[in-house]
């Protein structure tokens, strides 16, 4: 009986991970997350500015268009833009302040790189839809 208590303490011993393996464990369970994190703000950059130019047609009561008047939908509109802003920041915001503060103990190279990468990724978003002059006609009426 005691050699069989021993020999059960020797297996569940073998199995328990060593605190290198821990730590491992953790340092790739951290680079997950900021990988995840990093591929949620890019989707989110990317998305940027048809997510701004539909919340502030919404906000200023346009959400029809700009030769449309909306009459009593207006409130109703600009509700919803309210809405749809506070939505897209808490989307946004909290894998942002991830993002940059991880980046950041990285070195401020680093974090200009993503912010460079963030600011490209917009604009890819505004020439595959049509063009800086038409995203500038349709959300700000600028021709």
Same mark, same amino acid.
């Given at each position: 009986? =005691?050699?069989?208590g021993i020999m059960v303490l020797k297996i569940s011993r073998e199995n328990c991970p060593t605190n290198q393996q821990l730590i491992r464990s953790?340092?790739? *369970?951290n680079r997950i997350i900021y990988c995840l994190n990093f591929l949620?703000?890019?989707?989110?950059? @990317?998305? @940027?500015?048809?997510c701004f130019g539909? =919340? @502030?047609l919404d906000i200023t009561g346009h959400s029809k268009g700009y030769s449309y008047n909306l009459g009593s939908e207006k409130d109703v509109s600009i509700l919803l833009g309210c809405?749809?802003? /506070? +939505?897209? /920041?808490? /989307?946004?915001?909290?894998?942002?302040i991830? +993002? @940059?503060r991880k980046t950041?103990?990285?070195?401020?190279?680093?974090?200009?790189?993503? =912010?460079?990468?963030?600011?490209?990724l917009a604009l890819i978003c505004i020439i595959v839809s049509g063009g800086i002059?038409?995203?500038? *006609?349709?959300?700000?009426?600028i021709y």
């Amino acid at each position: 009986m =005691i050699s069989c208590g021993i020999m059960v303490l020797k297996i569940s011993r073998e199995n328990c991970p060593t605190n290198q393996q821990l730590i491992r464990s953790t340092g790739m *369970k951290n680079r997950i997350i900021y990988c995840l994190n990093f591929l949620w703000t890019s989707i989110i950059a @990317f998305s @940027f500015p048809i997510c701004f130019g539909w =919340i @502030f047609l919404d906000i200023t009561g346009h959400s029809k268009g700009y030769s449309y008047n909306l009459g009593s939908e207006k409130d109703v509109s600009i509700l919803l833009g309210c809405i749809e802003l /506070l +939505i897209w /920041l808490a /989307l946004s915001l909290p894998s942002y302040i991830y +993002i @940059f503060r991880k980046t950041i103990t990285k070195g401020k190279r680093n974090l200009y790189v993503i =912010i460079a990468l963030y600011i490209a990724l917009a604009l890819i978003c505004i020439i595959v839809s049509g063009g800086i002059s038409a995203y500038l *006609k349709a959300v700000f009426n600028i021709y």
